[in-house]
Antibody, heavy 113, light 113 residues
Framework: EVQVVESGGGLVQPGGSLRLSCAAS????????MNWVRQAPGKGLEWLSD???????HYADSVRGRFTISRDNAKNLLFLQMNNLRAEDTAVYYC???????WGQGTVVTVSS | DIVMTQSPDSLAVSLGERATINCKSS????????????LGWYQKKPGQPPKLLIF???ARESGVPDRFSGSGSGTDFTLTITSLQAEDVAVYYC?????????FGQGTKLEIK
């Protein structure tokens, strides 16, 4: 079964950092680009970042310079390092592969003092 | 960046009737190299991850009921739900995955009249 499971969310103060993880299974992880997408409370879906199979990365303007995407193909893991977090980063964060067909349940990030 | 604009923002349709959601991209998402439109449609229900309904603008994802269909090319796209069922109440999003940032439309909330 194709599956991704996000983890690492939590409550963090403004200016703080979190590292999200996404564990993939059931497909050849190294062959796919992977993405992070979020949904803030009451808002729509927002694409954040992708990393290709060759580890080329792209970011949305809203997170460029603060978030870093990376992957470990040996362990089938995707990461999102989030620094200098702001209240507006509060959201459910999802990972998904480049076919866009497989999404985890998401991990909740709350940025608040 | 490619801006995705959906219409309407909300829609109320009677059970068994047709629902039509439109999506317009600010530039073409049709690739000349493979003649494919890099456009997907998703269903989003509260507390659940996005569900891919349609990819390549008109290809139905496996397991998606055939009352869901996608059409259009270039910059103008449509998601049609024939014979609306109660379980179709959700927010629907289009997304272009042609060029990063892979922007989503703002969403269309579908309700039962």
């Amino acid at each position: 079964e194709v599956q991704v499971v996000e983890s690492g969310g939590g409550l963090v103060q403004p200016g703080g950092s979190l590292r999200l993880s996404c564990a993939a299974s059931g497909f050849t992880f190294s062959s796919f680009s992977m993405n992070w997408v979020r949904q803030a409370p009451g808002k729509g879906l927002e694409w954040l970042s992708d990393i290709t199979d060759k580890s080329v990365v792209h970011y949305a303007d809203s997170v460029r310079g603060r978030f870093t995407i990376s992957r470990d193909n040996a362990k089938n893991l995707l990461f999102l390092q989030m620094n200098n977090l702001r209240a507006e980063d509060t959201a459910v964060y999802y990972c998904t592969r480049s076919r866009w067909d497989c999404w985890g349940q998401g991990t909740v990030v709350t940025v608040s003092s | 960046d490619i801006v995705m604009t959906q219409s309407p923002d909300s829609l109320a349709v009677s059970l068994g009737e047709r629902a039509t959601i439109n999506c317009k991209s600010s530039q073409s998402v049709l690739s000349s190299s493979n003649n494919r439109n890099y456009l997907g449609w998703y269903q989003k229900k509260p507390g659940q991850p996005p569900k891919l309904l349609i990819f390549w603008a008109s290809a139905r994802e496996s397991g998606v009921p055939d009352r869901f269909s996608g059409s259009g090319s270039g910059t103008d796209f449509t998601l049609t739900i024939t014979s609306l069922q109660a379980e179709d109440v959700a927010v629907y999003y289009c997304q272009q995955y042609y060029i990063t940032p892979y922007n989503f439309g703002q969403g269309t909330k579908l309700e039962i009249k």
